[in-house]
Structures are given as C-alpha cells and as structure tokens.
C-alpha cells in the first residue's frame, strides 16, 4: 500500500479514535462517572492521539533532487512543483511543512541573525513574533509555490559575518563556500522555516523535513542532534549515475549515522535513473546498472539493499501530473511510496496503538474501582436495610444512632489520611527536585563550560562521558523514588482498605527506564557527531554555544516527559482516595436518609430496598456498557455511525 493511502487509513483511524473518546467521556459525565483522575486519564488520550506527527526527513547534498522528490511523492496534486525544484541551489534552510489547526496558512521564517543570540531553536519556536510571516493561499499554486521559493533566498556577507554566522571555519578550508570576485559570501537569508497548510496528508498529522546540504547542516547542530533523531523516518538521497560521492558520505557519517534509531528507520533514494535510461542499451542491460549501483551503495553505507531504492523524481512527477501510468512504473516512486507506507507508518501506527491499549486499560482501572465501590456500599446498605425487618422503633433509632457515631468517627479519621497525603507529597518533592530544570541546569553546566573553552576540546569525551553518567545517576534515583512511593501507596492503600472498607489500588508506576535509554540516544547522537570531523567546528566558540542550546534543550524534553507521567500518576492516586472519601460520606447521608424515612413510614423499609436494588441493576448495566465502551475504543475503526449509535444507546 503507499504511503499515502497508508497515511490516510492512519488518520482515519486518529479520527474514529477521537470521536468515540468524545462520546465516552460525554456518557461518563451523564453518568456520574467523571471523576478528576478519569478526566487526566481522558485527557492524556486525547492529547497522545490528537498530536500524534509522523516526521519524515529528507537529506541530500545540494542539486541531489531532494525537493524535486518531496513535490512528487506529496505534492503531485497540485499539478505543478510546489516546493523549489529549479538547477542548482534550492532549499538553502532546513524547513518543515506541517498542520496546525491554530495557526492560519503562512510560511514563518526566522532570520538567520538569530544565530548570533543565546537561544535555542526550540525556544525561538515559542517566539513566533519574531519570524517572518507571509500568508499562503492553499487553492492557488501559483501563489503557493512563488511563496515557498522564500526559502531559497541567500544574503551576501563578509568573511567575518560568515565565520560568526557558522558558515566559515578556517579550519576545514574544504567545507567552506567559494568566495564571489568581491570576497563576499553567500549564506542562506533565514535559519528555519515553517510552513503550516492545510494539505490533506499534513492534516492526517504528517511532517515533512527539508534540509539542505552538507555546509548549512553543519553549521546548524540542533539539526543534526536534536531534529534528525526526532524524525521517524530519513530519506537519504543520492544520484543514480554518482552513487555514494565523498560529499554523500560525510552527510551519512557525520549526520545520518549519528542518529540513535534503528538503520530499519533510514532509507536510501538512488535518484535521477532516468539519467541512465540509454537507447543505445537493452532494459535489462539498464536494469543491471541499476540494480549494481543499489548494491554497491548498500554495501558502502552498511545498509540492506532492500533499503536502498532507486526512482526518478522528475519523472514520477511528469507522470502523475499527466496521468502517464507507464511513465509512473518506470519512475519507481510507487515503490518508494510503499516503502515508507509499509514499514514507517506500520511501525508508528503499533506504537501509537501500544500506548493508547495502557492508557485505555488505565482508564478502565479507574472507572472500575469508582463502580466497584458504588457497588460495594450499595450491596452493604441493602443488607443493613434487609437487618431491619421485623425490629421496633427503638432498634431502627439505635440504628441510626450507630450510622452517625460511624460518621463522626469517619470525619474525625482525617488526620491518618492526611499523613499519607502528606508523606507522599514530600516523597513527590524530593522526586521532582531531582528532576527539575534548576537541578538540569546545574548537571549540564559543567559540560557547558568545556564545551564554550578556546581551542581544540580534548577531553569533550571525557566531559560528556560525566555529564551523562550524572543524569543516568539522577535517573536513576528517580527510578528508586518511584519504588519508594509506589510501595508507600500500596501499604497505606492496603491499610486505608482493610481500615475503611475502601478499594483503593495503587496505579502503574511510571516508567522512568525509558527516559534512561533516551539519554543513552542523545549521549551517542552527540558523541558520535563530533567524534567525525565535527571537532574542528567545536573549536568555534559559536558553534560550542548553539550545541549546548541544543542539548539542553532536547534533554529539557526528556526530564519534562518525566515529571508529566510522574504527575499524571500522582493524580490518579490522589483523585482515587478524593473519590472514595466522596462516596463515603455521600453513603453515610443516604443510610441516615433510609432509617429516617422507615422512621417516618412503615413502608418505607421496602421501597428503599426496592430503590436500591434497582440501583444496583442500573449499576451493573452501566459497568457493562463501560467495558463495552472501552473495548471499543481498543478495537479498529468501523464507521463513526456505527460508534456513535452503540455510545449513545
């Protein structure tokens, strides 16, 4: 299947999921049932799905037909290029086109004199006043694509605004562009680009990363370590009638192989075979050429062959737009469509659906102990109601008599559950602490300091090798922190059950190992890029600077997914004993409630048996439809009418 049929069955599917999550969380509220912790729970689904983006990257040196293939494979439909496809140069900053709902069509460009500041590109993302920004008109692609060619602007500069810009490094003489007849150099006029249009794959939640070549990649480390390793899947394009050049593989070495995924994740486009279609040769002779040249480029990039393809751009682009279906088999692009179809969007999809199946399953826990316990209380008030028949008034008084010394005991039981909030709270304090970006910022300074050193770092290594060790070390108290309060809730849930009758169950425990292995991703990204030929760049003081940014950053997102789980599961413990001390004390008002109206009427014993037992059935019936309801959401899609007419019965 291709990747685009692929992506919108995946779409379809985030659509589907979303709106049986809505109709679940309305019938929750219809029935009582919302409750702080199942909201956080319902929330975080939403979010985990709602936001889901597939990122595909795509790397080239300049002139490879990186663009050209981004406009064939996506952008076909438009009937023209959309993004800047002409000779030479194109895209001359890494640019991102993707959906925002929120934002209208626009291109924002950041300027490329921001490189001069301390701030990160994660944190200029959050600055949007400070980009450029002109507006797309996504029914015109005359206007769409002349827009767009803004990311193929360039400034001339002198030798020193260059260097200070990253884009001119003594050191490495070969990296560096060609001065013009006037010594003045050419760099790319903005930084980052973001493109935000309504395109019906970009809807669906995909990313597409258009980078440019070796020199602006170098220069720019939050690319390399912090965008590249995000994406899910890199297209790395070559010529067909070059193969791998010395260009190719210092962008394979210094920025692809740096990357902490698997090799599963990375394919290899040998493009522009058209350039080898000879009428002077047999189409198997070409065939044999081809698949030669795919081999060999498997072999020098450490690659499966299967992961290396061969397409022509141009002319899978012709084809489409023309309708020419031979043309289109020729090209091979279908073949490239359904790789990334079959293997990227399969991968991402089970991934997607492995974390949606826990949190579904957590949501069930919660709700269940909420109907567990109306249960319990109601199938208790049947039982001392049942208890009074055939007494006399002065048992149905001593009755009453003995609820309300229960409910004054109960009120005045606060302290103990108290102690345990307050024995978790400063667990919880000690916990994020630790993890707080104060305590990041302390860890990382030593390494910022080596890093931001003249000359030749020698011991970067060493000071990374430190750094890393500490924040696996913090991690890895946090890991034992969390045991520690786990098992504290577990024996004070065990305690407050056997004590007052609750049904309190201690939630999953987050799992902090998996931070520990992205630390491990980020570690190797960063020392694999400057182990090759990236320390002569590190010698720069500019360059030192924007890596830490970058680092900082990306591990600011990981100490961030931390404290997010660690707080979700917090609330799902503190909202378990709210909810239990609710319908605790609203079971005490309705047992004072029934002895008082069997007081009053000598019926009254029956009819609020009566009452209760029907409560129970009705209660039965909603633990039913909400497993029913849940198993649902587990389930792939079927049809929105479908899940809303078995929602709303």
Same mark, same amino acid.
């Given at each position: ?78 009937? /023209? ?7 030479? /140069? @194109?895209?001359?900053?890494? @640019? ?11 291109? /924002? ?165 058209? @350039? ?374």
């Amino acid at each position: 299947m291709s990747f685009n049929l692929e992506l919108d069955e995946h779409g379809a599917w985030r659509k589907q999921f979303a709106l049986r999550l809505k109709l679940l969380s309305e019938w929750l509220a219809d029935h009582d049932l919302m409750e702080p912790g199942v909201r956080d729970r319902l929330d975080q689904l939403h979010g985990l799905v709602k936001n889901d983006k597939i990122m595909v990257a795509f790397v080239a040196e300049f002139s490879r037909g990186k663009s050209e293939l981004i406009n064939a494979v996506f952008f076909a439909g438009y009937g /023209r290029r959309i993004m800047p496809a002409s000779a030479g /140069r @194109t895209t001359m900053c890494p @640019t991102e086109l993707g959906y925002d709902a929120d934002v209208p069509p626009c291109i /924002r460009l950041l300027p490329i004199e921001t490189r001069l500041q301390q701030t990160s590109l994660l944190d200029w993302r959050n600055a949007p006043h400070k980009w450029e920004r002109l507006d797309l008109d996504v029914n015109d692609p005359d206007q769409l694509s002349q827009v767009i060619q803004k990311v193929a602007e360039i400034r001339r500069v002198t030798k020193d605004e260059a260097r200070a810009l990253g884009f001119w490094n003594d050191e490495m003489p070969d990296e560096n562009p060609l001065p013009a007849a006037d010594g003045m150099i050419e760099v790319p006029k903005w930084r980052h680009a973001l493109i935000n249009m309504a395109h019906p794959l970009l809807k669906q939640g995909l990313v597409i990363l258009d980078t440019p070549g070796l020199n602006a990649i170098g220069a720019e480390p939050e690319l390399t370590v912090s965008l590249l390793p995000q994406a899910h899947a890199v297209v790395f394009i070559l010529g067909a009638d070059t193969g791998v050049t010395k260009s190719d593989l210092a962008i394979w070495r210094q920025h692809l192989c740096a990357l902490g995924e698997g090799q599963e994740s990375r394919l290899v486009v040998l493009n522009k075979i058209d @350039t080898m279609w000879d009428e002077m040769s047999t189409k198997e002779q070409v065939q044999l050429q081809i698949s030669s040249q795919r081999s060999d480029s498997a072999e020098i990039l450490n690659l499966d062959p299967s992961q290396v393809l061969a397409v022509s751009a141009q002319k899978g682009l012709l084809a489409k737009v023309n309708g020419d279906k031979k043309l289109l088999e020729d090209s091979r692009l279908l073949e490239l469509e359904a790789a990334l179809g079959d293997g990227l969007l399969g991968q991402r999809r089970r991934i997607l659906q492995a974390s949606v199946s826990n949190g579904i399953h957590a949501l069930r826990q919660e709700t269940n102990q909420l109907v567990r316990t109306r249960n319990r209380e109601l199938v208790e008030q049947i039982q001392e109601l049942e208890g009074l028949r055939g007494k006399n008034v002065g048992v149905i008084k001593q009755m009453r008599l003995r609820i309300e010394q229960e409910q004054a005991d109960f009120d005045a039981s606060g302290a103990k559950i108290q102690a345990v909030r307050s024995v978790h709270l400063r667990l919880l304090r000690d916990l994020f602490a630790l993890l707080s970006s104060s305590h990041l910022k302390v860890v990382v300074s030593e390494l910022a300091h080596t890093l931001k050193q003249p000359g030749i770092k020698l011991r970067v290594r060493r000071a990374y090798s430190h750094t890393f060790g500490r924040l696996r070390s913090d991690l890895e108290r946090a890991k034992e922190l969390v045991g520690e309060i786990q098992a504290m809730l577990e024996a004070s849930f065990k305690n407050l059950n056997a004590q007052y009758g609750f049904s309190l169950q201690a939630p999953i425990a987050p799992d902090v190992a998996r931070y520990v292995e992205d630390l491990n991703q980020i570690e190797h990204s960063h020392l694999q890029y400057l182990s090759l030929g990236n320390s002569l760049r590190l010698a720069q003081p500019e360059f030192a600077e924007r890596l830490t940014r970058a680092l900082t950053s990306r591990l600011r997102g990981v100490y961030e997914g931390v404290v997010n789980e660690i707080e979700l599961w917090n609330k799902s413990a503190a909202s378990q004993i709210d909810a239990q001390l609710r319908e605790r004390r609203r079971n005490f008002s309705r047992r004072i409630e029934a002895v008082s109206r069997i007081q009053q009427a000598a019926g009254g014993l029956d009819e609020r048996i009566g009452e209760l037992q029907g409560a129970q059935s009705e209660l039965n019936m909603l633990d039913a439809k909400l497993a029913d309801l849940t198993a649902q959401l587990l389930a792939p899609a079927e049809g929105e009418a479908q899940a809303a007419a078995t929602a709303t019965a």
